[in-house]
């Protein structure tokens, strides 16, 4: 599976972007698909993301209503609809794939496949 991120830039304080992730290889109905972000000097941080049914998401609390993740099996791309942006969401956003179930979503060790990351900046 390849991952390919794109959509960040620099946005004020409020305001909105939205990322996308495109896969190539087999389709992400067989792997759960997230959301990371890595801000500098930090760990790499869960954000959201699809089960590996499509059926559920998860999302971390710092996001939670700000932040909503989607997908077009179409198109076997992910999105990161990011709303309300702070400075603290300022960080290398990463899209992943892989095996995790629900209750190791949110843990980076479950995701085989990584994205390149995406750099999103929030300007107070």
């Known amino acids: 599976v390849q991952l390919q991120a794109s959509g960040g830039g620099l946005v004020q304080a409020g305001g909105s972007l939205r990322l996308s992730c495109a896969a190539s290889?087999?389709?992400?109905?067989?792997?759960?698909m997230a959301w990371f972000r890595q801000a500098p000097g930090k760990a790499r941080e869960f954000v959201a993301a699809?089960?590996?049914?499509?059926?559920?998401?998860y999302y971390a609390d710092s996001v939670k209503g700000r932040f909503t993740v989607s997908r077009d099996n179409a198109k076997n791309t992910v999105y990161l609809q990011m709303n309300s942006l702070k400075p603290g969401d300022t960080a290398v956003y990463y899209c992943?794939?892989?095996?995790?179930?629900?209750?190791?979503?949110?843990?980076?060790?479950?995701?085989?496949?990584w994205g390149q990351g995406t750099l999103v900046t929030v300007s107070s």
């Open positions: 992943a794939a892989g095996r995790a179930g629900p209750e190791s979503i949110t843990q980076r060790s479950w995701y085989a496949y």
């Open positions: 699809f089960s590996r049914s499509g059926d559920s998401t």
């Open positions: 290889g087999r389709t992400f109905s067989s792997y759960a």
